[in-house]
């Protein structure tokens, strides 16, 4: 069946820089997210990536998709606390009317 | 901008009572979605559905129930509530497949 998985944790120290991994199942999935949940919150879309591009830029963000080897990842630059939250990747199954599968979440802690 | 409504924030039941979870969408979605949330599992889909009256099974559905009498509204029901349904309960929509999915603030059930 689908999965997605990702690492539990993740530590860094501010200003430098994350980057959070994801690898899924499906090939059929047309877009791939990043959502965001801040402590007490609900999910926020963070970003997202069309499965046609291998990579999209946004201001301190950078997603990086790889097809082949079905890997997606994350990069944070200049990481501030502010940053510190859960990170979710999803993949939609765009033959499943859209649902989204969802990775374990990736707590990323940044330290002063 | 679009905005999911989940009724309570938080909500303590004991085993064995009758639980409804209610959400509404303010931006006529076709698409509504039933997750929880448990550390170290990420988010998994009890159920979701494509148009009113209209319910699919997700991945967990054991114990879960939905309503989706009018289009903004989507319930989710614990016909008998059990101490491993204590979880955060996310509700979330979607206008179309490929566009991204707004979630409520979450409801925290703990289930005594």
């Known amino acids: 069946g689908e999965d997605v998985e990702q690492s539990l944790f993740l530590s860094v120290r501010e200003g430098d820089s994350s980057v959070i991994n994801c690898t899924y199942t499906?090939?059929?999935?047309?877009?791939l997210y990043w959502y965001k949940q801040e402590p007490g919150a609900g999910l926020q879309l963070l970003t997202y990536?069309?499965?046609?591009?291998d990579m999209k830029q946004d201001q301190r963000l950078t997603v990086l998709l790889n097809k082949k080897d079905k890997h997606l990842s994350l990069r944070i630059a200049d990481t501030q606390t502010g940053d510190s939250a859960i990170y979710f990747c999803?993949?939609?199954?765009?033959?499943?009317?859209?649902?989204?599968?969802f990775g374990q979440g990736t707590e990323l802690s940044v330290k002063p | 901008d679009v905005k999911v409504t989940q009724s309570s924030r938080y909500l303590v039941k004991r085993t064995g009572e009758k639980v409804f979870l209610e959400c509404v969408q303010d931006?006529?979605?076709?698409?509504m979605f039933w997750y929880r949330q448990d550390p170290g599992l990420g988010l998994r889909l009890i159920y979701f559905?494509?148009?009113?009256?209209?319910?699919e099974k997700g991945d967990i559905p054991e114990g879960y129930s939905v309503s989706r009498e009018k289009k903004e509204r989507f319930s989710l029901i614990l016909e008998s509530a059990s101490t491993n349904q204590t979880s955060m309960y996310l509700c979330?929509?979607?206008?179309?497949?490929?566009?991204?999915?707004?979630f409520g603030s979450g409801t925290q059930l703990s289930v005594l």
């Open positions: 931006m006529d979605h076709e698409n």
């Open positions: 559905s494509y148009d009113v009256k209209m319910k």
């Open positions: 499906d090939s059929s999935s047309t877009y």
């Open positions: 999803a993949e939609n199954l765009y033959n499943q009317g859209g649902k989204l599968i």
């Open positions: 979330a929509s979607l206008r179309a497949t490929n566009e991204k999915l707004f």
């Open positions: 990536i069309f499965s046609n591009m």
